[in-house]
């Protein structure tokens, strides 16, 4: 499975947009990327999916170009419950999920 | 909204001791996960397991640990000779093999 870069942490003040960035160079061509958000002592909560230009959904928007060797997760005007570690990941169907340290991003009032 | 749940949230036991994590995941999912996260540390792939059997096992996953499918809705994580440094969160995940894989809340057995 392709490894992923990102952030170790981000900080951000409530009402602004953050955009969190993942490389991923070795993607594979069945490979699709996947961010999930974890609260501490919590399970890893799906945000969003997808495989190539721009995916959108309720909470979040998802970036990725033409060559899929990175991706950048947008979440509009976040609020202080944002604040979480963000994990990109690059696989998909059924193979087993491979999480890095993921991006701490902490929201500022 | 379907969503995984797990019993218990919290578990205590002594080292040496036997314990069973249960999960129900999404009614309609073929394929099961197990995965574990020590305090601090990444979210580690334990198992997964589909049509019946595993499919695919870490490291980790040595002989002290089986998943079972007893009946239609549950799915067991077993620890037969639990030791201190099985103490962490483990969560299980559930898919239908074409996108993404969804995560219960969790159980956080600690081993003394």
């Known amino acids: 499975l392709a490894k992923t870069t990102q952030p170790i942490s981000m900080d951000s003040y409530e009402g602004q947009e953050v955009n969190i960035t993942c490389s991923h160079n070795?993607?594979?061509?069945?490979?699709?990327i996947t961010w999930y958000q974890q609260f501490p002592s919590q399970g890893p909560r799906f945000i969003i999916q997808g495989y190539k230009t721009k995916v959108t959904n309720e909470v979040a928007s998802l970036f990725i170009p033409a060559d899929r060797k990175s991706s950048t997760l947008s979440l509009p005007r976040v609020s202080l419950s944002d604040t979480a570690v963000y994990y990109c990941l690059v696989g998909g169907g059924y193979n087993k999920l491979i999480f890095g340290a993921g991006t701490r991003l902490a929201v500022h009032p | 909204e379907p969503e995984v749940t797990q019993t218990p949230s919290h578990q205590v036991t002594q080292m040496g001791q036997e314990v069973i994590l249960r999960c129900v995941p999404i009614?309609?999912?073929?394929?099961f996960y197990w995965y574990r996260q020590i305090l601090g540390q990444k979210v580690e792939f334990l198992v997964s397991f589909y049509n019946n059997e595993i499919s695919e096992k870490s490291e980790i996953f040595d002989d002290q640990f089986s998943v079972e499918r007893p009946d239609g809705s549950n799915f067991t994580l077993k620890i037969r000779s639990t030791k201190l440094e099985d103490s962490a969160m483990y969560f299980c995940a559930s898919g239908s093999g074409r996108e993404t894989q969804y995560f219960g809340p969790g159980t956080r057995l600690l081993v003394l």
């Open positions: 009614s309609n999912h073929l394929y």
């Open positions: 070795n993607i594979a061509t069945n490979d699709y």
